[in-house]
């Protein structure tokens, strides 16, 4: 690691660099909304912290052990060698330091939530950990991923009220769904690169067209599931205002998918603001629920 590094505000710098503190919240709005749903409301502060605190220990960790388990690979990809463990800005060691710290502070805030958090929190961070691996063996990758985002639904469920009730059941698939069709848009950008590397992925086995037809069928699944949640909750009219909203923008960015795959910010971007949308869809159906047609 460089001297500049090595300072106090060097090393905060690299670590937020690492960890791409700008998409950290990438899935939170969603996090936040099924915090919400799951509590009929707000829920006790203590748990609404101890959600938080585990959703981002969830992701830093997968994040952490997914650069450590890539750094091979990414010193052949030309869009990842500027990455601090190909650089040598930062080291393996640092990078497996941070992964078990996050796990641990994962299994704490499971422990002081309830039993069941506790006892599945083991599993969370198999899953977590595992996707880093599936790229090398299955084209599946990606719906992979989506599952792993799915557990953020179940795992808040299971926070708030100790069980998995349908409507969080039907959460899981809607963000499976939702999960699949941006792994698939982000594969798209290293549909090169991974045939260079041999690596499997959904974009390298169907190609690029039925790759975008598989996209645009995951969102309109998605959003058919994110419906049934709302119907199964019984949300006021402000939840299918904001659902209204997703697919008025989903359906053009599908369609201009072709046009955007080397817009590597775009996915990002539109996952963040329709991830807002629905947060804000929940938290004002929940806020005025006698809004009603």
Known sequence: MNADAASPSGWARELGRFLEIQNLGLNLPFGLAFLLAAANGLPRWQTFLLVIVALLAARNAGHSFNRWTDRFLDARNPRTQGRALVTGRMTPRMALTLTVLSAAVLVIAAFFLNRLSLELSPLALLLIFGYSYTKRFTAFT????????????????????????????????AVLAWGTAFETIHSLGDLSTDQALGLYSLPRQLGRDRSILLVALS???????????????????????????????????DVALPRELGQTRVPFQRHFVLAMIFLVGVATALAFPGLRL
Do not use: K, N
Request: glycine share 8%; aromatic share 14%.
């Open 219 to 253: 969102h309109a699944v998605a959003l058919g599931l994110f419906a049934l949640f709302g119907l199964l909750e019984h949300f006021s009219l402000p939840y299918w205002a904001a659902w209204a909203a997703m697919v008025a923008v989903v359906i053009p960015s």
């Open 142 to 173: 990606t719906v992979f991923l989506g599952l792993v985002e799915a557990l953020v639904p179940a795992g808040v469920f299971i926070a708030v009220t100790g069980a998995l009730p349908v409507a969080a059941v039907v959460a899981v698939f």
